[in-house]
């Protein structure tokens, strides 16, 4: 019958065919009613990018890193004096931010070299538009996301403590205090095999 | 009861599960199909799991522009769907759902009728096909008509088979000669003639004359609106007379318990769960290859369906 | 005049009918879809006469296979949509022996018949028809079997040339 050496019982791949059917008839689809039901997204779901306005000191970092160039920023130096001071203090004010996001390709560069956390993920996603010029958000639209960023996922307890913290936490303990790395390996109490 | 009045009762019992059961089928291989592939099928017309989904497709059929190609035969060509559907309406009259006559019109040649009127179908494969003047609808016309010619012996032969074990035409009459033991002697007929019915409906895993990844939608392909809708309502027509017909011969039609109140319902009960296997295998199987089709059909069913017409008169012999 | 005798007429007449487009259209595979309505009629005709098993072996063997086989193989060759001005058709001679035998067996059976009535038999079951098959006629449907059978084998033979060919070669 086949050109093929090796054969089970004639008719075996004809029912297993008709059991895979069968079985996946019996189980849950997959499939999501998206517009009825929202999809559960995982965490760092990367949605639209939301600002957080006051964090911003109009360092210009995202919009030099972004790759499509999709951020503009404008902004003026404001005088704020400082009683007592010699000379009265500088300040940026941010007078426009916008992210173009027909230009952003949601590489999330930005979001990464902002030293001071003022940009964040959001998971929204329905942020379509009729006009594609409408897709240029303003730092209204922008901040308008910042309610719908989640708080950012516990850290692993077995991952490496962040830099900030074992800092603190070597310069509590005081000189001669284990390093970052050292308390990382500590931190699991059962030490590596083989080491 | 007046004449009159009983024939438009069976008249209209006939129409009415003409429309309805083939609604019934499609939406059952719409739903099953989908689960079976992993997804949900339609969940929107109709609000419940989409149970109006076919219906939805009536009226936009309704509502499409029926073209006819330019160089298309024109009478013969808007002639089709109808000859199409038609054969599987009558057959529809000849099959009995319950015992004491439940049956649109009882027929001494009930067996004999029902495979020639299937046997019309074949012609309008060919005269769509040809209508159409379009290469791939002929391509798939006559694969169609080699496919229909092919399958319609085992067919004959299988039902040949069990009418030779009933002693009878009759389709009620084959039913009542019935009795469970036959599930194991008329199994190779019982098989043959599923095959080969699958095989005249163009179902897949046998639909190489419909093949659309190879003939776009073969002798279907230039139809559009309503013609295209009963090209499609033929098709589920045609599953539930094969459905039917394996019931009746094979799968004992209304026995069951109580089958005197409860027959009818044991007949739809074992033409939907025949149906359903229609389904599966549509799932499950690949579409064969037109040699493969061939090879089946002349080396596999006819032999085993000739082998069993020996049996079942040596069984009917020595009984 | 019965509602027998007007499908009889009207039967006829559509057999007739679509019999001669049959011989005249020049549309070649219109001509074979007509041949399908005349043998269709003629299966009304053997119906109204009550010979049920007859009309439907006629619509199973002539309608279902017969002329599709004509049609396929129509299409398999040449089938043009539209009238083909090449169709290669002796007409004189055609009507002169169609006309003269139709017209010669009407002569003969309105001859042989004149205004008797004849009532219609008692509808053909199935179990009668299968005692006079295999009663009364068992010699001539088992030579018709025979004769059957060998056209099977030699239907066999011309389509395998390897039977009865010379070997060549080794094979």
Not at chain 2, 23 to 45: D, I, N, S
Request: hydrophobic share 55%; aromatic share 8%; charged share 15%.
């Amino acid at each position: 019958m086949s050109e093929h050496g090796e054969r089970s019982a004639p008719g075996k791949g004809l029912v297993n065919g008709l059991a895979v059917t069968l079985k996946t008839m019996t189980r849950r689809s997959t499939t999501q009613q998206y517009p009825d039901v929202q999809p559960e997204l995982p965490p760092r779901s990367r949605g639209v990018i939301a600002l957080l306005e006051e964090n911003c000191t109009v360092c210009m970092l995202c919009a030099r890193e972004c790759p499509d160039w999709c951020i503009y920023i404008d902004s003026h130096k404001e005088e704020v004096v400082v009683p007592g001071a010699a000379r009265a203090r500088q300040r940026n004010v941010l007078d426009r931010f916008d992210i173009d996001f027909s230009l952003c390709m949601y590489c999330g560069i930005c979001i990464e070299v902002c030293p001071f956390d003022a940009l964040h993920w959001s998971p929204e996603f329905e942020y379509s538009e009729l006009d594609v010029l409408d897709l240029l958000h303003d730092k209204d639209r922008l901040g308008a996301w910042m309610p719908t960023v989640p708080p950012p996922p516990a850290h692993d307890v077995l991952g490496e403590p962040s830099k900030e913290e074992a800092t603190a936490a070597r310069k509590a303990a005081g000189p001669g205090a284990p390093t970052a790395a050292r308390t990382a390996r500590a931190r699991p109490e059962t030490p590596e095999p083989g080491k | 009861m007046p004449l009159w009045l009983d024939l438009l009762v069976r008249v209209v019992a006939v129409v009415a599960a003409f429309l309805v059961l083939p609604l019934l089928v499609g939406q059952a291989e719409h739903k099953v199909m989908a689960h079976m592939q992993g997804r949900l099928g339609p969940m929107y017309a109709g609000a419940f799991h989409g149970w109006a989904q076919l219906v939805a497709d009536g009226v936009k059929f309704v509502q499409k522009e029926d073209i006819t190609p330019r160089d298309a035969d024109r009478r013969v060509f808007q002639l089709a769907p109808v000859v199409a559907l038609f054969p599987y309406l009558i057959v529809l009259l000849a099959i009995p759902l319950g015992p004491g006559g439940l049956v649109a019109q009882p027929l001494d040649v009930g067996l004999f009728f029902v495979l020639a009127v299937l046997g019309i179908g074949v012609v309008a494969v060919l005269m769509s096909a040809w209508a159409s003047a379009n290469k791939y609808s002929l391509l798939g016309g006559l694969r169609g008509a080699a496919q229909l010619l092919g399958y319609e012996l085992p067919l004959v032969l299988a039902a040949a088979s069990v009418a030779m074990a009933a002693g009878t035409l009759s389709l009620p009459g084959i039913v009542e000669a019935w009795s469970p033991w036959w599930l194991l002697w008329q199994a190779p007929a019982a098989l043959v003639f599923f095959v080969s019915g699958l095989a005249e409906i163009r179902r897949p895993p046998f639909d190489m004359p419909i093949a659309d990844s190879e003939l776009v939608f073969g002798y279907m392909t230039e139809y559009t609106g309503l013609r295209f809708a009963f090209f499609l309502l033929a098709e589920y027509v045609g599953i539930i007379v094969i459905a039917a017909l394996t019931t009746v011969l094979f799968l004992g039609g209304w026995h069951g318990p109580a089958a005197e109140h409860l027959g009818w319902l044991w007949t739809l009960l074992k033409v939907f769960a025949v149906s359903f296997v229609i389904i599966w295998l549509r799932v499950s199987y690949p579409r064969l290859r037109e040699d493969q089709l061939q090879r089946l059909c002349w080396l596999v069913l006819v032999p085993v369906a000739l082998a069993q017409l020996v049996l079942t008169a040596a069984v009917k012999v020595a009984l | 005049m019965t509602v027998a005798d007007a499908l009889l007429l009207a039967l006829g007449a559509v057999a007739v009918g679509s019999g001669a487009l049959v011989v005249t259209s020049t549309h070649l595979v219109r001509a074979g879809l007509y041949l399908v309505v005349s043998l269709g009629a003629m299966a009304g005709l053997y119906l109204v006469l009550g010979a049920e098993l007859v009309a439907w072996v006629q619509v199973l063997v002539y309608v279902g296979a017969v002329v599709v086989l004509l049609l396929f193989a129509v299409m398999l060759t040449r089938a043009p949509i539209g009238p083909s001005a090449d169709l290669d058709r002796p007409a004189w001679p055609a009507l002169v022996v169609g006309g003269g035998v139709g017209l010669g067996l009407a002569a003969l059976f309105i001859d042989a018949f004149r205004w008797t009535i004849v009532a219609l038999p008692v509808p053909g079951t199935t179990e009668r028809m299968g005692a006079e098959i295999f009663g009364t006629w068992v010699l001539p449907f088992e030579v018709l079997s025979i004769l059957l059978l060998s056209a099977l084998v030699g239907a066999i033979v011309l389509s395998r040339p390897d039977i009865g060919a010379p070997k060549e070669g080794g094979a």
